[in-house]
């Protein structure tokens, strides 16, 4: 899958980072989204000479397990950075206002209580098309994004 990379992406900086050790953590919900995202924080990875077998994944059930999984490989301290990634879609009940603040919350506690920093790569779309343009849609990936953003975190 192509992935329309941004402009403020510099990889040659990031290049560093390859040395770096990173974990993701992923829902098993709207998969097919996950897996686009998957995709683009691999390819990412692989263009700084960071190979997919060198980065840990974690499975987790839905997105708001997210905090847990995470959670769990901070406190491994074996890690550099973590994201977590995962697809919140809009449904006919307020589910998705308090799933997707309780994940943002979560997410946003843990990169104050502990010392890796965890990337929220959680797609939060009103529906499956908004969610396919910003996996590897003409709206880019944020997948390849948030893994660039957790590159750059490791050098801080």
């Not at 829902?27 to 097919?32: A, K, L, R, T």
């Not at 077998?53 to 997105?63: A, F, L, R, T």
Request: contains cysteine; proline residues 1%.
């Amino acid at each position: 899958m192509s992935t329309k990379k941004r402009s403020n992406i510099d990889l040659d900086s990031l290049m560093i980072a390859k040395e770096k050790k990173f974990a993701i953590v992923h829902s098993e919900w709207n998969i097919e989204i996950v897996n686009r995202l998957l995709n683009g924080a691999f390819e990412f990875f692989s263009s700084i000479g960071l190979e997919k077998d060198k980065i840990s994944i974690c499975s987790v059930p839905g997105s708001f397990e997210l905090i847990y999984g995470c959670k769990k490989m901070c406190y491994e301290n074996k890690y550099d950075a973590i994201i977590a990634i995962g697809s919140v879609i809009r449904g006919e009940t307020k589910h998705f206002d308090f799933i997707c603040n309780s994940v943002f919350n979560g997410i946003k506690d843990l990169n104050l209580t502990s010392e890796c920093p965890v990337i929220a790569c959680i797609l939060t779309d009103n529906n499956i098309e908004q969610s396919l343009e910003r996996s590897g849609g003409n709206l880019g990936n944020k997948g390849y994004d948030c893994a660039a953003a957790a590159a750059k975190m490791t050098l801080i």
